[in-house]
C-alpha cells in the first residue's frame, strides 16, 4: 500500500495523472479514510466513469462507507461463510496468457433454497477480495470461467446474481477483465435477459458466451495449456477459493 505516495500509474497519460490528484485531494477532504487507498485505486474508480472527477468521487466515497459496513473487521473469514464455502462452487485456477488470475464458479452448485442472502454477499465480497489479492504487481483485472454445466430453475437466484452484480460494479470497479460463460443452456437465457439490463455498458463487453464445440479452442487463445483446469482438459487441478487463499 501506498496511501501518501503516487502509486505506480503505468499507462496513465498526464491528463489522467492530474485527475488522479485532484481526485484524491477532493475525497480525502471528505473522508479520511482515503489516505489509506493508493492511485491505482482511485485510477479504476476514475476509469469506470469516463475521468469525470465529480462522479469518480461520489463512487468512491460510497464505497468507502460500504466497506466500513459490510466489512466491519476489514476481512471476512471463513467462518463468516461456512454456508457458502462447503458449496464448493468457486476455485482459482491459474493465470491467463496476460498474467491476470482465473477463477471458475460452478453455477449449478448454487440453490436458491439453501441461500441466505446476508451470507452469500459476505461472500462474494470474500472471493472478490481472495482473487484481487492474488493479482500479481502490475496487473489490476482478473478473469473468470462461469461453468453452468447442469444449471436449473432450482439454481436460478436473480436476487444473488444481481447483488453480486452490485457488489462487483460499485465496489470493485475495472477489476473484471472478461468472463467466459461455458456449457450454458438454453433455459439460462431466461434469467440472462432479466440479468443484462442490471449490468453496467463497459461491463455487458466483458461476458462471453463460449459455444461447447468450440470450448477447448475458446479457452487456449486465452490461457496456456499448462494453465488450464485438468476438467478442460488442462494440466492444473481446481483450488477451492478458501485453500487458494491460505
Not at 460510497?62 to 466497506?67: A, C, E, F, T
Not at 436449473?152 to 436473480?158: E, F, L, M, Q, V
Request: aromatic share 10%; glycine share 6%; hydrophobic share 40%.
Amino acid at each position: 500500500m501506498d496511501p501518501q505516495g503516487n502509486g505506480d500509474l503505468t499507462g496513465s497519460d498526464d491528463n489522467e495523472r492530474k485527475k488522479v490528484a485532484l481526485l484524491r485531494s477532493l475525497v480525502e477532504r471528505q473522508d479520511p479514510a482515503a489516505q489509506e487507498v493508493d492511485n491505482l485505486m482511485l485510477r479504476r474508480f476514475l476509469r469506470a466513469r469516463d475521468l469525470d472527477i465529480e462522479k469518480a468521487s461520489g463512487m468512491f466515497l460510497k464505497y468507502l462507507k460500504w466497506r466500513r459496513e459490510a466489512v466491519p473487521n476489514r476481512f471476512i473469514s471463513d467462518a463468516e461463510v461456512q454456508n457458502e464455502l462447503i458449496q464448493k462452487k468457486v476455485f482459482m485456477q491459474g493465470f491467463d496468457k496476460m498474467g491476470r488470475p482465473i477463477v471458475v464458479c460452478f453455477a449449478a452448485r448454487h440453490h436458491r433454497s439453501k441461500r441466505d442472502m446476508d451470507e452469500f454477499k459476505r461472500f462474494v465480497v470474500y472471493v472478490l477480495d481472495n482473487i484481487c489479492a492474488r493479482i500479481p504487481s502490475g496487473h489490476e483485472k482478473f478473469v473468470g470461467i462461469a461453468d453452468l454445466q447442469g444449471w436449473g430453475y432450482s439454481n436460478c437466484d436473480i436476487r444473488a446474481y444481481i447483488a453480486a452484480l452490485d457488489i462487483l460494479q460499485n465496489n470493485y470497479p475495472e477489476r473484471l477483465g472478461k468472463v467466459l460463460l461455458i456449457h450454458v443452456p438454453y433455459i439460462f437465457m431466461k434469467a440472462w435477459k432479466i440479468i443484462y439490463p442490471f449490468i453496467d455498458d463497459n461491463t455487458k463487453k466483458k461476458f462471453v458466451f463460449v459455444e461447447d464445440k468450440k470450448l477447448r479452442a475458446t479457452l487456449l487463445e486465452d490461457m496456456d495449456e499448462s494453465q488450464l483446469p485438468e476438467i478442460y482438459g488442462g494440466k492444473l487441478p481446481l483450488v477451492s477459493i478458501e485453500d487458494s487463499a491460505n
